[in-house]
């Protein structure tokens, strides 16, 4: 059954959409997008940002949901606004095959969160490949610099 989302916000018909539009006076119709709510295909094209573990925010189980960011708000079992991890504030938790047509078409990015041992495992291959230790890194550049070269989230 095709919906539609302003926002965090589902309408059941395109109607229900623009008449939302117009009862809070928000000049955005061109924000409606349609989705097929019983989407099965998963999303193989949408890219991944990555942010330290402790900015995942409670209620948000770890293996329960997929985490998105969009510079625009989304739909989601869970949405909020949050400090950027690359690809804006609005955040949006759910079931990846229900809203991934959506997400897609939004521009969403997928989150990978990333404890200490994640990022510092990324950062010793990613010095590998450049022929260096930490050891030797960390005499040259402070470990949230490496971080950021690296482009992974800073060490908590």
């Not at 006076?25 to 989705?35: G, K, L, S």
């Not at 094209?45 to 329960?64: C, F, I, L, N, Q």
């Not at 869970?78 to 897609?104: F, H, L, M, P, Q």
């Not at 010793?124 to 690296?150: F, I, Q, S, Y």
């Amino acid at each position: 059954m095709m919906k539609y989302t302003v926002g965090n916000r589902a309408f059941e018909t395109y109607e229900e959409a623009m008449a939302y539009c117009d009862m809070v006076d928000f000049d955005f119709h061109d924000m409606i997008v349609p989705f097929e709510e019983d989407v099965i295909e998963q999303v193989t094209s949408m890219e991944t940002v990555r942010a330290h573990e402790s900015s995942r925010p409670e209620g948000v189980a770890k293996d329960a949901y997929t985490v998105v960011c969009a510079q625009r708000p989304l739909p989601g079992d869970i949405v909020w606004e949050g400090e950027s991890v690359g690809n804006g504030v609005y955040y949006a938790a759910g079931d990846i095959t229900r809203y991934s047509k959506v997400w897609e078409q939004l521009e969403a990015m997928q989150v990978e969160y990333m404890s200490n041992d994640d990022i510092t495992g990324e950062l010793n291959k990613w010095l590998a490949k450049r022929n260096m230790t930490m050891d030797a890194a960390l005499e040259r550049v402070d470990m949230d610099t490496l971080c950021g070269m690296a482009k992974l989230p800073q060490i908590q």
